[in-house]
């Protein structure tokens, strides 16, 4: 082990959260500055790097001492790369010519324009609910949603592997939070079962499809248990939409739950291509949502051009044409080739592969060893995940084509004997 990565591993993360005796409040950036500019590696590897062309399977980089190169894209959320679909690209570019680049207001002031209400209808159509509510920010909406519907008086109950945004609204909520071990229905009923009678407002939430895992949540045993005790539920879909269920509806179709979810969220930067966030839910909650949730109120409405290509996008979703089953085709493909070479994969039932590395010291090696001999991938290590749980996190993209699938998990399979983790 050289002395950079000896180094590394004794940087953490939250070392550097906290102003320090006789600190002033900025010295913490400095020492961070220290760090960086030492070359120790410290998970954030990625800082400096640039793309220099538009999302495709091969992304040209450029590295932060300037070189450039291909690599073949499986980091990227934008899973169908639906965001340069032609369909797509014709009406965003319509939508910035008629409305300019920017809304100039928030939402509830003169902020959206047609194409807003449209794309929340088409989303509310899309879900079956009676209405949708669209924020700017994915990582917004969680807040906005949270914060506004929940309160001291009410109770919260999360999964543990739930989005660092869903964390963070329960706690500007300021009601109480609970949290059961990733998936563990057993616990979550431990948790329900003592909730005393009095707290009636009960907030079950999880991610539809788990950000760092690729699995889905078990909704159809949530549902049962929110009704057996009288609980609302919350899913958070941003990796589930437009790439799980049968025809593409996401983890509540999976499960075949769709009318039982209360509060169905996700992002619209992730398979949609776009950016911002969703809220589908009964008429009167979104309403309410709309002059309760500050991250709507209190935020600049999306760009018309972006709320112009997501209708297209819904409308592709819709018609099952954004290329779901061949996106899934390869990532079975690709998950195939990893399992049998022997890694642990967990038990990933998305476009999001995790790859079980669970040392920091080789996952920062093998990460920089793929990107530069053309692989991207991403690392996943604390605050996401516990750092002996850390891992490479793939992201199949359905541009790739099966020569570039082969490339990409022959170099991964390499590696991982290289280092002795299969
Ligand atoms: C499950 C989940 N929720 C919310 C977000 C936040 O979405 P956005 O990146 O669009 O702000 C993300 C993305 O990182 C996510 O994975």
Avoid: W
Wanted: with cysteine.
């Amino acid at each position: 082990m050289s002395t950079l990565e000896t180094q590394a591993i004794n940087i953490k993360f939250e070392n550097f959260v906290h102003t320090l005796e006789n600190e002033d409040l900025f010295d913490k950036t400095k020492r961070v500055d220290e760090v960086l500019k030492s070359g120790v590696l410290t998970g954030n590897e990625a800082l400096g790097m640039i793309s220099l062309n538009k999302l495709s399977s091969i992304v040209k980089l450029r590295e932060k001492n300037g070189y450039k190169h291909d690599v073949i894209m499986l980091g990227s959320n934008s899973y169908l790369n639906i965001q340069n679909h032609p369909k797509v690209l014709k009406a965003s570019k319509k939508a910035l010519e008629k409305f300019g680049m920017g809304m100039g207001a928030v939402s509830n002031y003169a902020g959206i324009c047609d194409l807003h209400r449209t794309l929340e209808k088409k989303i509310a159509q899309f879900y079956g609910t009676e209405d949708a509510i669209v924020f700017p920010s994915g990582y917004g909406t969680n807040i906005g949603v949270i914060s506004a519907l929940c309160n001291s008086e009410d109770i919260i109950i999360n999964d543990s592997a739930n989005h660092a945004s869903i964390f963070d609204g329960c706690q500007l909520s300021g009601a109480q939070i609970k949290i059961y071990p990733h998936r563990n229905m057993k616990y979550l009923e431990k948790i329900l079962n003592r909730i005393p009678d009095n707290i009636t407002g009960r907030l079950i939430i999880t991610d539809g499809v788990f950000s760092m895992d690729g699995d889905i949540a078990p909704l159809n045993e949530i549902v049962e248990l929110a009704q057996k005790y009288n609980c609302k539920i919350m899913v958070d879909d941003a990796h589930g939409i437009g790439i799980v269920g049968k025809t593409g509806k996401g983890s509540s179709e999976f499960y075949n739950v769709q009318n039982k979810i209360d509060l169905n969220v996700g992002m619209l930067s992730k398979a949609p291509g776009g950016l911002g966030g969703y809220c589908a839910a009964k008429r009167e909650i979104v309403q309410y949502l709309r002059l309760y949730a500050r991250t709507y109120f209190f935020s600049t409405a999306m760009s018309a051009s972006v709320a112009g290509g997501l209708i297209e996008v819904f409308n592709l979703f819709e018609k099952d044409k954004a290329g779901r089953k061949e996106l899934m085709e390869k990532t079975i493909y690709l998950k195939e080739k990893l399992l049998k070479a022997g890694f642990n994969i967990g038990n990933s039932q998305s476009a999001i592969i995790p790859v079980m590395i669970y040392d920091e010291t080789k996952l920062f090696r093998l990460y920089q060893e793929l990107r530069s001999e053309g692989v991207y991938v991403n690392i996943v290590t604390y605050p996401a995940v516990r750092r002996k749980e850390c891992r490479l996190r793939l992201c199949v993209m359905k541009d790739l084509n099966y020569n570039e699938l082969n490339r990409a998990a022959n170099l991964i399979i390499k590696k991982g004997i290289q280092y002795g983790i299969i």
